[in-house]
């Protein structure tokens, strides 16, 4: 199994800058991507960044040019800055993983934080 801690949430004016931090701990064989998504109140989760085992990043438009995704592969955990926060960033933020374990097989599997509370207000 896999775990996934995540920390740096909290609330922020708007403006204002948060980094958020997910450490992958468990049995661990290899990571492939790594990302966040997170659910706003009322709506469906949606992917935010996410990075792959190498450095090709991915962002949602709403998001680009604000936030940034980055990873340590030797601490298997990936981080996202995030600047110039506004209210609509208020969200939980889950951390995702997909990994190989020694009983996942060949195909690796998404493994999910508990999620990280984000309030962007004034």
């Known amino acids: 199994q896999v775990q996934l801690v995540e920390s740096g949430g909290g609330l922020v004016q708007p403006g204002g800058s948060l980094r958020l931090s997910c450490a992958a701990s468990g049995s661990i064989l290899s990571i492939n991507a790594m990302g966040w998504y997170r659910r706003a109140p009322g709506k469906q989760r949606e992917l935010v960044a996410v990075?792959?085992?190498?450095?090709?990043?991915n962002y949602a438009d709403s998001v680009k040019g604000r936030f940034t995704i980055s990873r340590d592969n030797g601490k298997n955990t990936v981080y996202l800055q995030m600047n110039t926060l506004k209210p609509e960033d208020t969200a939980v933020y889950y951390c995702?993983?997909?990994?190989?374990?020694?009983?996942?097989?060949?195909?690796?599997?998404?493994?999910w934080g508990q999620g990280t509370q984000v309030t962007v207000s004034s």
């Open positions: 990075i792959s085992s190498g450095t090709k990043t």
């Open positions: 995702n993983a997909r990994a190989r374990t020694p009983t996942s097989g060949i195909l690796p599997i998404d493994y």
